[in-house]
């Protein structure tokens, strides 16, 4: 080995240097991300811990294919069907972190999961988008991401119908009721859960930048760095949702990622900018002019939207957040600074060319998306895929007949299609089996309104 290459340091190595500046550990979480981004997998006592990293942990596959409750779906006989085998989960790199401030009793680990005869597994979230990545990668052309994800904080107190509420204001004392997007006042008065937020994420290293207030009572939106690297962004992403969730409780609210909480109100999105890098320079970059390569990737957007519909908007509610005039898309339109399209693409200098991709719920898988992005891009520059012009003006005033915003029918439009099928195989049928089992439970259950309308 050349003096100037520094060999790995061992999984093991990383775990004894870890407890090293961290002795008052007493238990590792470790964690797993779901088919609807919630974070799974077993606490284990700190001298237990070293064999994650040595030997490491027997999990079942069927964590990978829950509803969004964590109730099994056993989509095409995997869970009951096959006997619910386990296969062996080990840590990735670099993920193990501290949780809460200092003294710090508890970490945390991402975990990633072999098959049963050794193989990544095919159902985990994040190995789909590694098998999209890997696809993508023929291109050469390399992948700059960044998640933006928005919520909303709300007040543990629900409704006397049980619904969520929008917080009571720490700094007032009074509920808060306005919009007032992009408020410095409203950071303000959140100061000290954002400065948690933002500390929590330093520990956590995961790269929090922007923080600005949303277009309804209590909504927020915080962005993540880019990264060069569309695994690690989607963990970043992964890992920010319950972050933020686990801030909120902390100080007596709650927080949501549910895309329509409230009707009438904006939704939650999960905003993804994409560039391109090839030699090291932005491929898309090319103004006040838009290289082919960056009408291509658009084109196949475009083309793919109605497949990939079912990954942007994993749930029944997920769909009623696509409501004209509320900066959801409601099309295939794309647009140059023009913030009414789905695929978007914002000012700025040439180097920072890229597509803001506005499609996706803050609920749904942040692995998933991009793996149905990258897919998506692929196919409209392997294929030259034109878009069409850039579109003027709002272009939330049309909802497109052609792209599914009704759950059932876009899990249909999934597996019928062809363009996410060649490249991420059998997965889309598990991923829609699952999801129509969920959604079975879903509408089996009668809610009170319908008691109101029809009794």
Request: glycine share 8%.
């Amino acid at each position: 080995m050349p003096d100037n290459v520094t060999e790995p340091i061992s999984a093991a190595a990383e775990f004894d240097a870890f407890i090293s500046l961290h002795p008052d550990i007493s238990i590792v979480d470790a964690v797993f991300v779901d088919l609807s981004g919630t974070l799974r997998g077993k606490r284990v006592p700190i001298k237990e811990a070293r064999s994650l990293f040595t030997s490491g942990l027997q999990m079942p596959e069927d964590i990978f294919m829950l509803d969004a409750r964590g109730e099994m779906t056993d989509p095409l006989g995997r869970g009951f069907g096959d006997g619910d085998p386990d296969g062996t989960a080990f840590p990735l790199p670099g993920t193990l972190v501290t949780l809460g401030a200092p003294p710090h009793k508890r970490a945390q680990v991402l975990m990633t999961l072999n098959g049963p005869e050794g193989e990544p597994s095919d159902v985990e979230p994040r190995n789909v988008l590694a098998l999209a990545a890997e696809q993508f990668a023929a291109t050469g052309l390399k992948p700059v991401v960044a998640f933006e994800l928005e919520f909303f904080l709300t007040d543990p107190q629900r409704t006397a119908a049980g619904a969520p509420q929008p917080p009571i204001c720490p700094t007032t004392g009074v509920r808060e009721k306005a919009i007032s997007v992009y408020g410095i006042y409203d950071l303000d008065r959140y100061e000290a859960f954002l400065s948690a937020v933002a500390e929590e994420c330093a520990r956590q290293k995961l790269p929090a930048t922007t923080a600005v207030a949303e277009y309804a009572p209590g909504q927020f939106e915080i962005n993540l760095n880019h990264i060069a690297d569309p695994l690690l962004a989607a963990d970043h992403a992964a890992l920010l949702r319950p972050l933020i969730k686990h801030v909120a409780r902390a100080q007596g609210m709650e927080a949501t990622f549910m895309a329509k909480p409230y009707a009438g109100m904006a939704g939650s999105g999960m905003h993804v900018h994409v560039s391109l890098m090839k030699d090291g320079a932005n491929a898309f970059a090319a103004r006040p002019g838009i290289t082919p390569v960056l009408r291509h990737a658009i084109g196949g957007l475009a083309a793919s939207m109605h497949e990939a519909m079912a990954f942007f908007a994993p749930n029944a509610n997920a769909y009623r957040r696509f409501t004209p005039n509320l900066f959801v898309p409601v099309n295939r339109r794309w647009g140059i600074n023009n913030r009414s399209t789905g695929l978007r693409v914002p000012a700025g200098s040439d180097d920072a060319t890229r597509i803001e991709h506005r499609v996706s719920g803050a609920d749904a898988n942040p692995y998933l998306v991009l793996a149905a992005i990258l897919t998506g891009m692929k196919h409209g520059i392997d294929n030259k895929i034109d878009p069409g012009p850039p579109h003027e003006g709002n272009a939330s005033d049309f909802a497109d007949p052609s792209v599914p915003f009704e759950m059932l029918r876009a899990l249909d439009e999934l597996q019928n299609g062809r363009i996410l099928r060649a490249a991420l195989g059998g997965y889309v049928d598990v991923y829609a089996e699952a999801k129509r089992t969920e959604y079975k439970r879903f509408i089996s259950v009668i809610p009170a309104h319908e008691h109101d309308w029809y009794l």
